[in-house]
């Protein structure tokens, strides 16, 4: 299973960027469902049958991309300047390697001594080694992606620290939730979605053709149990899988968040409540799109989202393949 994981982690795709890591989701997942395809987005969507009557379509949704950057243009003295794909903590990114969809690596590195107060995209630039322009130009192009380099290492107990866990994490939670699966009521979407750290775009789309009844998407969240962390987030690393009610992008369905909770109880699952007040995560649009749908979210505790080091417990992410899987054989 954790080699399933690193694989997935590895892959860089940051968003508009996701050619390569859809490819292997889509190999990763065709064993377990009837049919998956891409669509013109770029998302992967993957569908496996449901056998009963009067079936409903429910919805599963994680997000591909990762944040990353843009090359903007060169300078002569060939530093690269970038710019920011997706929520990007400048703070985080600091002194760290940096891979080019081409294969050239560099350093992200602030303009001499930047205080906290002055932090900016434009105060940033990529360190490839070189010292002219048309040396640059040889390793990298204008538009060209790129993102912090990729890990996966355990640390102690179930907790592993790397990047891009936020969403490839999610992604991993659907795969396998459908190797778990065997016959269905219902007809049961999973959708790798992109763009999402752009906004959203991908699982709007996907939305729209696939119509469901019911949505659920599987993505991060912020976990509290850190030094100063936000008042309102009482979610933490190992108290199990995180049963959104809201964030700053939606209202969850609040029977559905009632079904989820109670599936937990019964199948002893261990749980949380999500109650977010920033933030938002493609639940949204699978609420709103086309007719709308019974909109929710299970998400996944994590801690120092959007750095290099982004920390989950596996234990959490258990309970959320337990949790999706119960989801598909109750009636929500």
């Known amino acids: 299973m954790i080699n399933d994981l690193k694989t997935i982690m ?33 998302s992967v969507i993957a569908l496996k049958k449901g056998k009963g009557k009067n079936k409903k379509k429910i919805m599963f949704c994680a997000h591909m991309d990762e944040i990353g950057f843009i090359v903007t243009y060169i300078q002569d003295n060939g530093l690269v300047r970038v710019s920011p794909v997706g929520g990007i903590n400048y703070v985080a990114a600091a002194y760290n390697t940096v891979k080019f969809e081409g294969g050239a690596t560099g350093i992200i590195v602030p303009e001499g001594r930047v205080e906290p107060k002055d932090i900016a995209p434009d105060k940033f630039y990529i360190d490839l080694g070189v010292s002219k322009k048309s040396e640059a130009e040889r390793k990298v192009k204008v538009g060209e992606g790129c993102a912090v380099v990729s890990d996966c290492v355990k640390l102690y107990g179930k907790k592993y620290v790397g990047r891009p866990f936020d969403d490839r994490i999610g992604c991993y939670v659907m795969i396998e939730a459908a190797k778990k699966l065997k016959e269905t009521k219902d ?43 936000s008042t309102n987030q009482t979610v933490k690393l190992g108290g199990g899988a995180a049963i959104k009610v809201k964030d700053s992008s939606v209202m969850c369905d609040q029977k559905l968040v009632s079904s989820l909770m109670e599936l937990a109880k019964e199948n002893k699952i261990p749980y949380q409540t999500e109650v977010l007040t920033y933030g938002g995560t493609d639940t949204c649009s699978m609420q709103t799109v086309a007719g709308g749908s019974r909109a929710g979210c299970i998400s996944i505790p994590v801690r120092f989202c959007h750095s290099q080091s982004e920390m989950i417990d596996m234990g959490d992410v258990e309970a959320c393949i337990d949790l999706a899987v119960a989801a598909c054989a109750a009636q929500l």
């Open 10 to 42: 590895k892959i860089q795709g940051i968003s508009s960027r996701e050619g390569k890591i859809a490819a292997k989701l889509k190999e990763m997942i065709e064993p377990y469902v009837d049919e998956a395809s891409i669509d013109p987005l770029g």
């Open 187 to 229: 007809d049961i979407y999973f959708v790798f979605s992109v763009q999402e750290e752009v906004g959203c775009r991908g699982s709007h789309a996907a939305s729209f053709t696939v119509r469901p009844d019911i949505g659920i998407a599987f993505d991060v969240t912020p976990s509290g149990d850190v030094v100063n962390a």
